[in-house]
């Protein structure tokens, strides 16, 4: 299963709680090819002093700099055959450090209602975000994708394995593939 995919790398997207790093972990457990999962979470914890939230309009700068990073690391990794999924709250203006690898790229973002988003982020619990005001904003920067809109995959109520099936499919089409 997706082993037409080696060497591409698959921005994974959508606002918390629209079950990104489940699908992404789960697309790289599928027999067949070397897969490889970034969870770009990480990149934000890699910063052990000096970390900027995000979410903050004061963020944009590191933001910048943990997209290269990310796509520097997803990049080596597809071009050593693996396919890489990256997981994230990545919006369209990442996407140009990704382009740039010169490797496959598709993007796809998961969408789910605001009040899944933060019921699923509330019953995470521990360190992760569960700021409904914050989950309901990323929420938001998702509604409108203009001319990414198309590379949308309707998510709302589906369990993990219709989700990770979701996925796939699109994948499959091609539809979500950049150019």
Known sequence: MLDEFAGHVLV????????????????AHLPGIAKVHLH???F????????????????????????QI????????????YFVTLDGVVRPWWLPAFAALGVPLHYVVLRTSVEEAVARCQARGGDSLTDPAVV????GQFADLGAFERHVVPVDGLDRDST?????????TGSYRLA
């Not at 994974?12 to 697309?27: D, F, I, Q, Y």
């Not at 890699?46 to 700099?65: C, F, T, V």
């Not at 309901?136 to 929420?139: G, V």
């Open 12 to 27: 994974l997207s959508g606002s918390p709680g629209s079950g990104k790093t489940t699908t992404a972990e789960r697309l």
């Open 40 to 42: 770009s979470d990480d």
């Open 44 to 67: 934000w914890g890699y910063i052990k002093h000096g970390l900027i939230p995000p979410w903050l309009p004061e963020s944009d700068a590191q933001n910048r700099m943990i997209a």
């Open 70 to 81: 990310a796509a520097s690391v997803a990049g080596q990794y597809a071009l050593h055959h």
């Open 136 to 139: 309901a904003d990323l929420h």
């Open 164 to 172: 990770l099936t979701a996925v796939t499919a699109a994948l499959k």
